[in-house]
Nanobody, 119 residues
Framework: QVQLVESGGGLVQAGGSLRLSCAAS????????MGWYRQAPGKQRELVAG???????NYRNSVKGRFTISRDNAKNTVYLQMNSLKPEDTAVYYC?????????????WGQGTQVTVSS
């Protein structure tokens, strides 16, 4: 069994910063890609940023230059540093991790953490 635990959400004023963390725990697995998604009320879940096990990153256009995704493979943890936050960044943020067990790969999701940016 793999568990993902997220932390770091909260309320911040526009222009402020937050750092999200997501740690994977369990036994007998390796991690491939990791990423962060978000879902605002009434909207579909969307990819915010992703990082491969080789460290290659990708971002949605609206967060480029403001958000930075990183990972610590020794800790099985992915981070999202969010700077210059805007009210439109308000959403529930979910981490996503692709777990490999032998030849099988599965998606796991964190429980979600609320990020609210006030204007």
């Amino acid at each position: 069994q793999v568990q993902l635990v997220e932390s770091g959400g909260g309320l911040v004023q526009a222009g402020g910063s937050l750092r999200l963390s997501c740690a994977a725990s369990g036994r007998g697995f390796s991690i491939n890609a990791m990423g962060w998604y978000r879902q605002a009320p009434g909207k579909q879940r969307e990819l915010v940023a992703g990082i491969t096990n080789g460290g290659m990153t990708n971002y949605r256009n609206s967060v480029k230059g403001r958000f930075t995704i990183s990972r610590d493979n020794a800790k099985n943890t992915v981070y999202l540093q969010m700077n210059s936050l805007k009210p439109e960044d308000t959403a529930v943020y979910y981490c996503n991790v692709v777990i490999e067990r032998g030849a099988l790969a599965s998606d796991y999701w964190g429980q979600g953490t609320q990020v609210t940016v006030s204007s």
